[in-house]
């Protein structure tokens, strides 16, 4: 089973394909894949401007004659709503302006694949530093071969890996609205499946399978697919990531590896065409180079300020106060840092000089 990609979530089983035509075309018995939800943070930064990247490549406009307060997180100044749902917001901090932008599910679905991919890289190739702090990745199964029964099973009997537990709410307005909750929303991977026929009344006769990424993971995903030359490479991307490692299984073995999957699991990743990958993320490695580089984007401005305001031979002794008072503070762990960090530079010398011989 391939997939196909719609700029537009068809209203029925009748919907056509308006992606470019290397991506099939819509049919009742096809998953649908598309990217649901993107928000991207990033600091002011001379030359750059993302609004003509988001009215080109997007087609949103955004009203800036009206500006809210809307808390996020924190609480984001000012705020301008844009066409389709979408929001840009900024903030000032220690560092400089802070901006926000959040591109709804309305304009990712309205917008061809191939331009939303090159959205996201142009805009990474403009600002490298330019983070994704979430992204949603959903699959429509209009076959319905996703039910609530069969999930609800598999969370009651454990019979699951990947992420701990879930809950299930039902409707009992006679609309067989149905959600399920897998994993934890504070999570960096968080999955709802639910009936969107009901949610959309009838206009979206498909399950809906969501994965919502945040943070380290949503950045990692972003960046993959801003990176890929083609959109078919960005494809093969996105159908891993939808499922991330959630997996149902038979838990009959002490090694999950082991355990056979849930057949109706089985049979559903055999009709979609493809498996789930583990997006691993690198921890950060506490270390020298991670302590300066942390000073010079969170401190390095605030110590230019004081420089300033106490004058040179001031500041010299407020940071040698700061130096004494931390050195007492210093524990066991510190003291192998600073050795690695000395033995790794002692190592560089001795390269280097053996390079002069």
Known sequence: MQLSFLTETPCSNTGLDSQPSTLLPFSPDTPILAIDNVSLMWDELDGFDILPFVRDLLGVEFDFTHSYPVRIGVVWENCYRGSLGCLYMFRRTERGVRYRLSISGKACSRTPLDLLLRFFEVVHHNNADLVCSRMDICLDDYSKKLTFDNLCAALDAKNHSGFNGGTSTRNHDGSDGWTIYLGSRQSQHFVRVYNKAAESKGRIDAIRWESEFKSDKADYIFRKLALQKTSAAAVAHLELYVFGNFDFICKNQKNLERCDRLTWWEDFLAWVGFGRAKILVDKPVTSIESRVIWIKKQVEKSLALLYRAF?????????GDCVDSGSRRLKRFDDILLLEYL????????????SQV
């Open 311 to 319: 004058g040179s031979d001031d500041f010299q002794s407020f940071i």
């Open 343 to 354: 033995n790794a530079r002692l190592d560089d010398r001795i390269v280097e000089n053996l």
